[in-house]
């Protein structure tokens, strides 16, 4: 091992000390490569031949950084600047390459893989999903839409179930407009909303927990495990909700699910706009 490394630490105490925050984004499988590519920066190899250090390749870190960007971005967090894949060479020259596949996995393959790491972004909660301006371009599209808190959430089956506390809101109800869905606001506190297969998959804003920390710092998810069988209760963290959703055999199933991260006054403006829009009705 070299020191200084790749990134700066001058020394061994402070190289350990600093790789130990991305542990957790190791466990996460993101990509096959990221233990490869955090060691190739935090303890590069010291080669005799050599007059530097042995820098991961360009390729490598772009491997990495395209398998595992989703899953720190989903919580809000950047890749870092100091992982910028234009620092380093590219394959031409001696450097560390990614690993080659030994054979091609399909795309159930993948999905299994990522689905037992917890590494899958709900649909209702995807990255594709841009906050406020999708609730807003999709508000005339959905049979329903709710400002929503949240009392309780289980696992049933693969699914998870939502249930809004009293204070929550009917916005829209089966393409009847604002009005006619007043007057059901109340029951908004015995629905219950539905995450398809939100037992194997992450949905940013709604869990708890959090795949990364402090300035952009992975650590690891303190999920409670419901074992994979029955039903499980889970902690809902405060704050407010737009979800929209539609029925499917007798289930409201999200479609999309934010959450509000300004103030109240905000949101308030946020629904008058939507309210305000011209929907036509089947």
Request: proline share 6%.
């Amino acid at each position: 091992m070299r020191i200084p490394n790749l990134l700066g630490h001058d020394t061994l105490r402070e190289a350990q000390q600093q790789s130990a925050s991305w542990l957790p984004l190791v466990s996460k499988l993101c990509h096959r490569d990221t233990k490869r590519f955090l060691c190739a920066l935090f303890a590069p190899v010291c080669l005799p031949e050599l007059t530097g250090p042995l820098s991961p390749c360009r390729g490598l870190c772009e491997a990495v950084r395209d398998g595992c960007l989703p899953v720190m971005s989903a919580f809000g967090f950047p890749w870092p600047e100091m992982f910028n894949c234009t620092r380093f060479p590219r394959g031409t020259n001696l450097c560390i390459q990614p690993t080659g596949e030994s054979e091609a996995r399909t795309q159930d393959e993948v999905r299994r893989e990522e689905v037992s790491k917890g590494t899958v972004i709900c649909d209702a909660c995807s990255l594709a999903s841009e906050g406020e301006s999708d609730i807003q371009d999709n508000f005339c599209h959905s049979q329903y839409a709710f400002k929503l808190r949240l009392g309780s959430m289980s696992t049933v089956g693969g699914d998870r179930q939502l249930v809004p506390l009293g204070r929550s809101r009917i916005l829209r109800w089966a393409g009847g407009g604002a009005e006619r869905a007043e007057g059901v606001g109340g029951a908004m506190a015995h629905s219950a909303l539905w995450l398809s297969e939100g037992a194997t998959c992450v949905c940013p804003g709604l869990d708890r927990s959090e795949a990364v920390g402090e300035a952009g710092r992975p650590r690891e998810e303190e999920k409670k495990d419901a074992g994979g069988r029955g039903e499980g209760k889970s902690a809902l963290p405060s704050g407010w909700y737009l979800g929209l959703a539609q029925s499917e055999e007798g289930r409201l199933v999200l479609t999309r699910l934010v959450k509000w991260s300004r103030e109240d006054k905000d949101l308030k403006k946020f629904i008058r706009s939507l309210l305000k829009q011209s929907c036509l009705e089947p």
